[in-house]
């Protein structure tokens, strides 16, 4: 079975930065879409960015082009979000993921079907 731990996370204040690790136990983890997803309280669990299985592509959410970058380190089995330039919007549980499917880009679509990590909470204060 897949498991995905994460860490990181806390409280920061605006304008701060952060970064995320997930941690996979898949022998193949270099075959799959990696991402990441988060979900603030009274609100839908929301895309926020992927990586194609080869790290070679990358998808954000609008919201955190510019700020917030996902990488990989296949050696480690390893997926990160570093984010930076947080603001409070930001705040919310985040959770990673794997794709359900190989060799995928890490568009959203990807996440149709997936695992989850245990998720993080981050908090932005003003």
């Known amino acids: 079975q897949v498991r995905l731990v994460q860490s990181g996370g806390g409280l920061v204040q605006a304008g701060g930065s952060l970064r995320l690790s997930c941690n996979a136990s898949?022998?193949?983890?270099?075959?799959?879409?990696m991402g990441w997803f988060r979900q603030a309280p009274g609100k839908e669990r929301e895309f926020v960015a992927g990586?194609?299985?080869?790290?070679?592509?990358?998808s954000y959410k609008d919201s955190v082009k510019g700020r917030f970058t996902i990488s990989r380190d296949n050696a480690r089995n390893t997926v990160y979000l570093q984010m930076n330039s947080l603001k409070p919007e930001d705040t919310a549980v985040y959770y990673c993921?794997?794709?359900?499917?190989?060799?995928?880009?890490?568009?959203?679509?990807?996440?149709?079907?997936?695992?989850w990590g245990q998720g993080t909470q981050v908090t932005v204060s003003s």
């Open positions: 898949l022998r193949t983890f270099s075959l799959y879409a």
């Open positions: 990586i194609s299985w080869s790290g070679g592509s990358t």
């Open positions: 993921a794997s794709a359900g499917t190989l060799y995928g880009s890490g568009s959203v679509s990807d996440f149709s079907a997936r695992d």
